[in-house]
Nanobody, 114 residues
Framework: QVQLVESGGGLVQAGGSLRLSCTAS????????IGWYRQAPGKERELVAS??????NYADFVKGRFTISRDNSRNTVYLQMNSLEPEDTAVYYC?????????WGQGTQVTVSS
């Protein structure tokens, strides 16, 4: 059974930085697509960034501010978030796609104060 555990969320002032981690267990990991999503109160969940074994993809609203990376030796994907804005406040989730199987983590709260 695949388990994804996010960590690294918290409260930060606008302009600050956080690094989120998503650690997987029970999957092949290195060949899988991992995505970071976020959901703010009253809004739909949206893609923030994703990473495969060869490329990364970012939503327009985080380009130049967030960086996604992976360490296959640790089964972990990171989301480095810089220049945070109050609009980035949300619960951040990671998602793993392995073939037809999709797994989600429980989420980690990010709150950016103005």
């Amino acid at each position: 059974q695949v388990q994804l555990v996010e960590s690294g969320g918290g409260l930060v002032q606008a302009g600050g930085s956080l690094r989120l981690s998503c650690t997987a267990s029970g999957s092949t990991f290195r060949n899988n697509v991992i995505g970071w999503y976020r959901q703010a109160p009253g809004k739909e969940r949206e893609l923030v960034a994703s990473i495969t074994s060869i490329k990364t993809n970012y939503a327009d609203f985080v380009k130049g501010r967030f960086t996604i990376s992976r360490d296959n030796s640790r089964n972990t994907v990171y989301l480095q978030m810089n220049s945070l804005e109050p609009e980035d406040t949300a619960v951040y989730y990671c998602k793993e796609i392995q073939g037809l199987r999709i797994s989600w983590g429980q989420g980690t709260q990010v709150t950016v104060s103005s």
